[in-house]
């Protein structure tokens, strides 16, 4: 690799690739900060070089608090005007905050983490106001950094569609049912869910849209949807699941997650359909 960046310098992808080395031999910051400095200068929005140093600076791997980590995204979020793909980078940096080793519903509300994260959002929203993908991502970090204000649904359109319903429904149901009180809305998973329905109606979407019903005290409704959900060919371990709810509706008690991971089945989009994401970094 440092012979392939010796022969072409203006090529960034070796550059970047040693990024992944120092990473797998534990080399010092400096050495990888060279390789990342190389990469750059030959490409300065260069995706994977980005993506490699924010990895290489995880807490998990590189140890410490993390501040180093969040000061490399501080500089180069401007960079996501030229690059939309930086947004991903970005944007994952603060995840792995929130959500490792165990969920902290309490980072996104330190001084300081809200304001820089917005400023991300700010830019991807302004370059690609279209994209779903962005657009969810800060429904959803926006709520948990200030969940007990005005839902920050509200003032947005909702632009749910087919491409991106899956999505949608993700959203909902963590909205729903997510495990810290602080995080979940009830109102705004139901805003969600029902649109979402509309658009597909399947035993996962109407196991969310009843979730969401019951979160906001429609005990009546949340019954009514997961029955029509149990009416629909689905797997074994999906049943058991919903007949779960049921019984937890029955009793009036809503379905709230041990943990924020979601079934498979739910997962059924990604932004790979987003436009604004729709090419190779």
């Known amino acids: 690799m440092e012979r392939a960046h010796f022969l072409e310098p203006r090529d ?13 031999i534990n080399a010092p ?22 993506y ?16 180093d980590l969040l000061q490399f995204v501080r500089e180069f979020t401007d960079r996501i005007r030229d690059n939309p ?3 991903d980078v970005a944007r994952n940096a603060y ?6 080793p165990e969920h902290n519903p309490d980072f996104y ?26 657009y969810s991502s800060f429904v959803y970090d926006a709520h948990y950094a200030n969940p007990r ?3 920050p649904i509200q003032p947005l359109r909702l632009r749910i569609n087919s491409a991106n319903a899956g999505l949608f429904n993700d959203l909902a149901y963590r909205l729903a049912t997510h495990p810290d009180i602080s995080c979940r809305r009830g109102d705004a998973a139901v805003t969600i869910a029902e649109k979402v329905v509309a658009i597909f109606s399947t ?22 949807t997961i029955s029509a959900a149990l009416e629909m060919p689905m797997t074994h371990e999906l049943r058991t699941e919903l007949e779960s709810h049921r019984a937890l509706y029955e009793n009036r008690r809503p379905a709230h997650l041990t943990n924020i991971t979601k079934p498979e089945q739910r997962q059924t989009e990604s932004y790979a359909a987003d436009p604004a994401f729709s090419a190779t970094p």
Request: aromatic share 18%; proline share 5%; hydrophobic share 40%.
């Open 52 to 67: 490699y140093k924010a990895y290489y600076l995880y807490p998990r791997w590189h140890g410490g608090d993390g501040s």
């Open 149 to 151: 204000t005005q839902s």
């Open 95 to 100: 995840r792995d905050f929130f959500e490792y």
């Open 109 to 134: 509300r330190q001084p300081g983490i809200w304001s820089d994260l917005s400023k991300v959002y700010a830019i991807s929203l302004e370059n690609h106001p279209d994209s779903d993908f962005v």
């Open 85 to 87: 793909y930086l947004f």
């Open 203 to 224: 035993p996962a979407t109407l196991d969310t849209l009843s979730a969401a019903y019951a979160e906001a005290g429609n005990f009546s409704a949340a019954l009514r």
């Open 29 to 50: 910051y400096e050495v990888m900060n060279q390789h990342f400095e190389n990469a750059i200068r030959a490409s300065p929005i260069h995706w994977y070089a980005h």
């Open 12 to 24: 960034p992808n070796a550059s970047a690739l040693l990024i992944v080395v120092s990473m797998g």
